[in-house]
């Protein structure tokens, strides 16, 4: 009869394939810090036929600023898998595109940061540097709230930011109080009945006060 020869075949994956590869996130939103919270990102190698591929060196490109990926790059481990988190003190969408050696993923994956919570209160318009006593300052003022990292609170349309005068001997006029939009309070009717040198102090909840220039 016949005598055969039998050996160990060893079979290896094929290159990275654009499409068969895959990229995975634990959480679409997540809020600003930094790094404490962060978004666990998976990239999986295959080749064509669905086969992981080990050692694979991984790299992520992720639109925006502001933010830290760990590990800076990566190697696929035994099944074809390289583990990365994004962390960011930028409130902001930002895309993540994932090459495998050398080759660009097609998926591609959005994820957004939030905001921290409310931190201090930011002056973006101040009131005019001189006005007539009884007229409405011709620049009105306009305040930011802000979390630790600088970030507007923009869903935040309930807070009420108050302004009041420091200097002289009257009532601020006008509406001192306003609702904030988007994390913006705009002052609009805001005037002084005194010939006076003073300043605006704006509040709101248990923020410190800001204080403007003079006027």
Known sequence: GL????????????????????????????TVSSGSKVISITVTANDAAGNSIPGA????????SSHSVNPVSGTTDASGKAIFTLSSTKAESKTITVTANGTILAQTKLVTFFPDAASRLEIITQPSASATAGEVFAQQ????????????????NASHVG??????????????TVTVSNGIAVFSTLSYT??????????????????????
């Open 3 to 30: 005598v055969g020869n039998t050996g160990l075949v060893t079979v290896t994956p094929g290159p990275v394939d654009a499409g068969s590869s895959t990229v995975a996130v634990d959480y679409a939103g997540q």
């Open 57 to 64: 060196a991984v790299t992520l490109a992720i639109t925006g």
């Open 141 to 156: 003022p306009a305040v930011n709230i802000i979390d630790q990292f600088e970030n507007l609170i923009s869903d935040d």
């Open 163 to 176: 302004a009041v005068a420091i200097g002289g001997s009257q009532m601020l006029q006008g509406m001192a």
């Open 194 to 215: 005194e010939a006076a040198t003073l300043t605006l102090s704006f509040t709101t909840g248990s923020l410190a006060p800001v204080a403007s220039n003079s006027i």
